[in-house]
C-alpha cells in the first residue's frame, strides 16, 4: 500500500530510471515533484507529501546505492498559496526552499544540519505569485517575488547571513503590471530575473547599481501569465524553461 513517483534521466539515445520508485505511506499524495542537480553534481529530487488537513510536509531526497533516500529533515508546511514551493541548492550543505503561505513569503535554508526560517518579514506581504530564490558563489542568499499591491514592481531582497535588504524597485516598466510567477539565478556572475509584465517576457540583470530594462532582452511575446519558470546557469551556459499561457 504504497504510492510511488519515478525520476528519469536522458541518456542518450534512451531515458533510464534513476534508481527505485520514490514510495511514500497508502492515503498520502505528492505535489510540487522535481528533479535538481547540484552545483557539486549531487543529483537531489524534491516534491510534497501529504495525507489531508491543512498540513503538508517538503521533502529532499537523494539517491544512495540506487535507493532514494532523505537529504535532509523534511520541512512542515502549514500553509500554501503559490502554485509551487521553489527549491534551489549550491551542495548538500547549502540550500534553499520558499513558498508564499496565506500571509507572507516563507524561506528556510539548510546549513548542513537544520532548516533555518528565514523569512523576509514585510518585504514581501501583498503579493500572489510564488518566490524563487537562488544562493550566490559568495554565500548570499537572493529572494525575487511580486511586491504586492497595484502594479507594484518586483520586489528583490538579499540576506548575508545576518539580515534582510532590499533592492531599489524591481526589473519591469512602471506602467505594467509582472503577471506570474519570476525565475531568478546568477548568470555570468550577475543576479538575473527572468520576468513578465504587460505581454512579454524579459530578461534583466542586477549590475551592482541598478536592474538592466527589460526591453533589452525580450524572451517571449503574447504571453498572458508567466507560470512555472526555472532558470538555470553554469559553466556549460544557461538555459530557461516556462510555460506559455
Known sequence: NTIATNSWEWNIPTWRQL??????SANTSLAHASLSRLLDGTIVATFVSSTGG?????????????????????????SIE????????????????????????????????????????GIFEGGQSAPSATITPDGVLWVVGDGGGDCTAIGVAAHDGASWSTLPDGPHPSIECPNGSPAVSVVNDQLTILGHSGNKVWISQWNGEAFTAPADAIVATDVEKLDFAHMISNAGGSAAIFIQD
Open 19 to 24: 534508481g527505485s520508485d520514490i514510495t511514500m
Open 54 to 78: 491543512s498540513t503538508s510536509r517538503f521533502h529532499v531526497q537523494t539517491l544512495e546505492a540506487g535507493v532514494w533516500t532523505d537529504l535532509t529533515e523534511s520541512i512542515e508546511i502549514t
Open 82 to 121: 503559490s502554485d509551487r514551493v521553489t527549491y534551489f541548492g549550491r551542495n548538500t550543505e547549502d540550500m534553499v526552499v520558499t513558498w508564499r503561505s496565506n500571509s507572507a513569503v516563507e524561506v528556510r535554508r539548510w546549513n548542513g544540519a537544520q532548516w533555518l526560517s528565514l523569512n523576509p518579514t
